[in-house]
C-alpha cells in the first residue's frame, strides 16, 4: 500500500486548509493512520492519528483547531486544519501503520502559514 498525501498550500492566519492522504489499497490495512509535520529546523512531529476504531488523539498544539477523519471506502484520511496559525508551518505527511504492511510513510506536502 502506498500512500500519497496532497492539498497543501498558502494560507492567512486564521484560515482553514484540508489535506487529504489517499492509499493505493485498503486503509483497512492500517491500525492506525496519522499526520506527522516538520517545520524548518525542526524534527518531525506528530499531529493528530485515527486509531482502526475510529478514536482519535492530537498533538496538544493542534487540540480543537484540527481534525482526523477517513473515508474507507474512498480510501482517504483528512486533515482538517482551522484557525491556522504561522506555526503551524510545515511539511505534512500522512503515515500508516499495521501489522502486515509495517510502518508506511506518504510523501510530504507544503503547508504555509503566512502572519
Known amino acids: 500500500v502506498q500512500l500519497q498525501a496532497s492539498g497543501g498550500g498558502l494560507v492567512q492566519a486564521g484560515g482553514s486548509l484540508r489535506l487529504s492522504c489517499a492509499a493505493s489499497?485498503?486503509?483497512?490495512?492500517?491500525?492506525?493512520m496519522g499526520w506527522y509535520r516538520q517545520a524548518p529546523g525542526k524534527q518531525r512531529e506528530f499531529v493528530a492519528r485515527i486509531l482502526s476504531g475510529g478514536s482519535t488523539d492530537y498533538t496538544d498544539s493542534v487540540k480543537g483547531r484540527f481534525t482526523i477523519s477517513r473515508d474507507v471506502a474512498k480510501r482517504r484520511v483528512y486533515l482538517q486544519m482551522n484557525s491556522m496559525k504561522p506555526e503551524d508551518t510545515a511539511v505534512y505527511y500522512c503515515?500508516?501503520?499495521?501489522?502486515?504492511?509495517?510502518?508506511?510513510w506518504g510523501q510530504g506536502t507544503q503547508v504555509t502559514v503566512s502572519s
Open positions: 503515515n500508516g501503520l499495521g501489522p502486515r504492511t509495517g510502518q508506511i
Open positions: 489499497g485498503s486503509i483497512s490495512s492500517f491500525s492506525t
